[in-house]
């Protein structure tokens, strides 16, 4: 069975600290991204990864970094945790064998930053 | 900028009733189209995958496509009150950059 998991589901951090978010994914899977998800937003991409040692900037990435040193985990980074990056984060992967292109989600991770 | 837009809802169908679901996206190299569904506090998940015009059934749901009018929909027939959720539109282009783009989603409720 499918399965995307990510360290936290709840997580309160204060301004200024250093925040990691973990997500594994036991499919075997090359691609790795991570969003996040705000009311009236829509789930935004922030980093993409092909492979290990590989990344991909998405569509907001200004205040986050990632790492991929292991195939099955993708680490989204808050350099330095602000306010308005109080959100709900989503980590997904698909495969690109075979031709499926289903991203599979993981359950999320609630951040506020205080 | 490559766009998907959907109208946000809420829908609001009577149960046993058919919900339609429609999205319009901007870039004519898209590929392949997706229908996810999110309940409240939870992620999305895939219901239905369409990848060439016409439709396409799996149950109680069928993807539309036409891809000349840049358009998808999803109808869910005998709208049950489990249907209550946020519906993503979801399209892919076919190259290298694997991201896929991600409507806003439209809120369904289904009336008892």
């Known amino acids: 069975d499918v399965k995307v998991t990510q360290s936290s589901r709840y997580l309160v951090k204060r301004t200024g600290e250093k925040v990691f978010l973990e997500c594994v994914q036991d499919?075997?899977?090359?691609?790795m991204f991570w969003y996040r998800q705000d009311p009236g937003l829509g789930l935004r991409l922030i980093y993409f990864s092909y492979d290990v040692k590989m990344k991909e900037k998405g569509d907001i990435p200004e205040g986050y970094s990632v790492s991929r040193e292991k195939k099955e985990r993708f680490s989204l980074i808050l350099e330095s945790a602000s306010t308005n990056q109080t959100s709900m984060y989503l980590c997904?992967?698909?495969?690109?064998?075979?031709?499926?292109?289903?991203?599979?989600f993981g359950p999320g991770t609630r951040l506020l930053v205080l | 900028q490559k766009e998907v837009e959907q109208n946000s809802g809420p829908l609001s169908v009577p149960e046993g009733a058919i919900a339609s679901l429609n999205c319009t996206y901007s870039d004519r190299g898209s590929q392949s189209f997706f229908w996810y569904r999110q309940y409240s506090g939870k992620s999305p998940e895939l219901i239905m995958s369409?990848?060439?015009?016409g439709d396409k059934e799996d149950g109680r749901f069928t993807a539309q496509l036409n891809k000349a009018s840049q358009y998808v929909s999803l109808l869910i027939r005998d709208s049950q009150p489990s249907d209550s959720a946020t519906y993503l539109c979801a399209v892919k282009a076919w190259d290298r950059d694997d991201k896929i783009i991600f409507g806003k989603g439209t809120r369904l409720h289904i009336l008892p």
């Open positions: 499919m075997d899977h090359e691609n």
């Open positions: 997904a992967s698909t495969s690109q064998a075979g031709g499926s292109e289903t991203q599979y």
């Open positions: 369409i990848y060439s015009n």
